[in-house]
């Protein structure tokens, strides 16, 4: 499974953007497709995951309420909206993707083994 992030890019505080993630390979609808961000000199931390088949979306608290997750398993895509950004949400936010993750796992980033090469998301103040 190859993923491709795009839709980064700079805004300000309280702005939006919409990242994309598009999978090729594989059957898309049968993966589990999740956001984690890396912000400079952090870890990588889990943002928002939509389980396989679209039955289930799930956020870490800090994207509750202002970030949503959708999918097109017709086009293969995954979309995370991110509204009333924040400085503290710039980052470089990564797709990854997994047939096999399960529901306790979905926050680990050992739990994917597939990611697209990231796009940066710079919220200025």
């Known amino acids: 499974v190859q993923l491709q992030a795009s839709g980064g890019g700079l805004v300000q505080t309280g702005g939006s953007l919409r990242l994309s993630c598009a999978a090729s390979g594989g059957t898309f609808r049968t993966y589990t497709i999740a956001w984690f961000r890396q912000a400079p000199g952090k870890e990588r931390e889990f943002v928002s995951a939509?389980?396989?088949?679209?039955?289930?979306?799930h956020y870490a608290d800090s994207a509750k309420g202002r970030f949503t997750i959708s999918r097109d398993n017709a086009k293969n895509m995954v979309y995370l909206q991110l509204n009333s950004l924040k400085p503290e949400d710039t980052a470089v936010y990564y797709c990854?993707?997994?047939?096999?993750?399960?529901?306790?796992?979905?926050?680990?980033?050992?739990?994917?083994?597939?990611w697209g090469q990231g796009t940066e998301v710079t919220v200025s103040s």
């Open positions: 990854a993707s997994s047939s096999t993750v399960i529901l306790s796992a979905l926050r680990l980033e050992g739990a994917y083994a597939y």
């Open positions: 939509s389980r396989r088949g679209g039955s289930s979306t």
